[in-house]
């Protein structure tokens, strides 16, 4: 069988590869629930968009002498694997990319046994192209499928979906919620750390990457005002609102089941801030009711950082070779970037002259060949923490012919970014224009507007209409 594509994973120091057409997802490692007396090489099982999934380790599978795959590092990954055949995930160590396999490249093995089916070369590397059939030849997958509770026929099943409505029960502080399944689309463990949105509302977290997306995460414990702290044991609801999605952090996710609609109270029209939309009594408890306004305005809120996918993918096509060249840079632990036809040079850290009575956010001046340019601070703009201990770097902008330099910690990269890679912002006049979606959404990068970030600090005439 000829090979197209493989994703390339590496193990105990080696290279090995899986055919693309057999991976669905790359996921950060799902909490597992162990399995009792099933083999070395079974992890687990994991909830993966409402499916049981069992998880093998990639590690043992190749050989149960070795150690298995740590979970606990920043790189390891869930591949989900998904024929035909089988449904099942495989925990490894860290994913490297996919390549297109080159055939000039590649020796296929004649062996039908082997669990290797071909080698490949790719940047110095040899590259083991497994077989996932034989790799889990020797393992008995189980096999888990959702069973109705009641046998009713079609008619009272209609009859009582009049009647009910399915709800997810969660808790924030001591206190439990409830919100209709139909906003919701899966439920996902909270990230090492979130990208930041300079000038967004206190409850918005930042951004991360969900496979092919960005996702703004809100806080929904600030937005009702709890004490939020966060922890590992915390989980982001992703809800949904006309195709677009919102994360909401919550303390514990506690069961999901249908509820008579009976027993849901109204609140009162004149209900202060309208957070809740009713009281359930349940179980001698009484639940909180979501608003489901609440998730339409924390989407429509943040519409602006992120278009709809398939408005993306129309565009895709007629700019597939259009690449936009920019500076990435970084600044206390995050990533930025100006598109590079704004950029004049980069210039190591120098001494800066203070100036008084200067614009507000200017450091001074520095004199570069006989010129003076003025230095400005992005740290006070977003307000953000500067490590002048560092070994910094300042990067000159020139926009409309006014030149200006920012203090940066470091400049990570100077590339290309293809169209499909930036999510523009609808919304112009803001200092960020783009955000820059790179290494298959797991590097996120915002990008500046230069003109209107040096129209905010007064550096360059605003246009009028």
Do not use: W
């Not at 189980?142 to 009647?163: G, M, N």
């Not at 993306?312 to 598109?339: C, G, L, P, R, W």
């Not at 112009?428 to 970030?453: A, N, P, W, Y």
């Amino acid at each position: 069988m000829k090979i197209e594509e493989v994703l390339i994973i590496k193990e105990q120091d080696c290279y090995y590869g899986i055919n693309t057409d057999e991976v669905e997802q790359i996921l950060r490692i799902q909490d597992l629930t162990p399995m009792a007396m099933t083999p070395k090489e079974i992890r687990g099982l994991c909830s993966i968009e409402g499916s049981i999934v069992t998880a093998l380790d990639f590690s043992t599978l190749l050989d149960a002498r070795k150690k298995e795959v740590d979970t606990e590092v920043f790189k390891a990954r869930q591949v989900t694997i998904k024929t035909d055949d089988y449904n099942f995930s495989l925990l490894v160590s860290e994913v490297i990319n996919s390549v297109e396999v080159n055939q000039e490249l590649v020796e296929y093995v004649e062996d039908q046994d082997d669990i290797i089916v071909a080698l490949l070369k790719h940047e110095d590397e040899i590259v083991q192209i497994i077989s996932i059939d034989k790799l889990i030849k020797d393992i008995k997958l189980p096999l888990y499928v959702s069973k109705d509770v009641h046998d009713i026929s079609r008619d009272e099943a209609q009859e009582k979906k009049a009647y009910v409505q399915r709800y997810l029960f969660f808790m924030m502080g001591n206190e439990q919620y409830a919100l209709e399944v139909d906003f919701i689309r899966e439920i996902i463990s909270l990230p090492q750390s979130f990208t930041v949105i300079a000038e967004s509302n206190k409850e918005i977290l930042g951004m991360m990457s969900l496979r092919d997306d960005l996702l703004v995460v809100a806080d929904l414990r600030e937005y009702y005002d709890f004490n939020a702290e966060i922890e590992e044991k915390k989980r982001i609801i992703v809800a949904q609102y006309k195709g677009r999605h919102i994360g909401l952090v919550v303390d514990e996710i506690v069961d999901i089941q249908d509820v008579e609609i009976s027993k849901i109270e109204g609140m009162p029209e004149n209900f202060k801030d309208k957070k809740i939309s009713g009281i359930l009594h349940l179980n001698e408890e009484l639940i909180s009711v979501v608003n489901t306004d609440i998730v339409r305005n924390l989407v429509k809120e943040q519409s602006h950082l992120i278009g709809e996918k398939s408005e993306k993918s129309q565009t895709h096509d007629e700019h597939e070779n259009e690449q936009t060249e920019v500076v990435i840079f970084k600044m206390a632990d995050e990533e930025y970037a100006f598109d590079i036809d704004d950029v004049s040079e980069i210039i190591d850290m120098t001494e800066i002259t203070p100036i008084a009575d200067s614009i507000e956010n200017i450091k001074g001046v520095i004199n570069i060949r006989g010129q003076v340019i003025s230095i400005a601070s992005l740290y006070t703009i977003l307000n953000l923490r500067e490590n002048s201990e560092e070994d910094q770097q300042i990067i000159i902008t020139d926009v409309n012919n006014t030149r200006v330099g920012f203090v940066v910690d470091k400049v990570n990269d100077v590339r290309g970014i293809r169209a499909e890679e930036i999510n523009s912002d609808e919304d112009k006049g803001r200092i960020f224009s783009s955000i820059l979606q790179l290494e298959e959404g797991k590097r996120l990068v915002m990008m500046f507007d230069s003109k209107t970030l040096l129209e905010s600090i007064e550096l360059v005439e605003k246009d009028v209409a």
